[in-house]
């Protein structure tokens, strides 16, 4: 079945790095797009990044732009977000999506998602 597994979270402080990973399987990954989303606290879902399905284009919100760094590895089947300069408004648990088969970002509704993994910044 269709699995996502995300990792790579934990606690850092301001201005410092982590790189998030998300391990596919179950269906053809080079053949679909991915993105990643974040839920703060007392918050809604947010789109983060999304990267499509032969990596050649890459979206990102505006808060995150020129810090993050969606990437897509067809051979490890691992999608990855790369968070550099991170702040404490960067704390949420992030998630990791995929299921669609447009061939364009941005991508309208994603079929599948992981379970999620927490990043807290310090201040």
């Known amino acids: 079945q269709v699995q996502l597994v995300e990792s790579g979270g934990g606690l850092v402080q301001a201005g410092g790095s982590l790189r998030l990973s998300c391990v596919a399987s179950g269906f053809i990954f080079m053949n679909y797009p991915f993105g990643w989303f974040r839920q703060a606290p007392g918050k809604e879902r947010e789109f983060v990044a999304a990267?499509?399905?032969?990596?050649?284009?890459?979206n990102y919100a505006d808060s995150v732009k020129g810090r993050f760094t969606i990437s897509k590895d067809n051979a490890k089947n691992t999608v990855y977000l790369q968070m550099n300069n991170l702040k404490p408004e960067d704390t949420a648990i992030y998630f990791c999506a995929a299921g669609s088969r447009q061939q364009k970002l941005p991508i309208r509704t994603y079929s599948w998602w992981g379970q999620g993994t927490q990043v807290t910044v310090s201040f």
């Open positions: 990267i499509s399905f032969a990596g050649l284009t890459k």
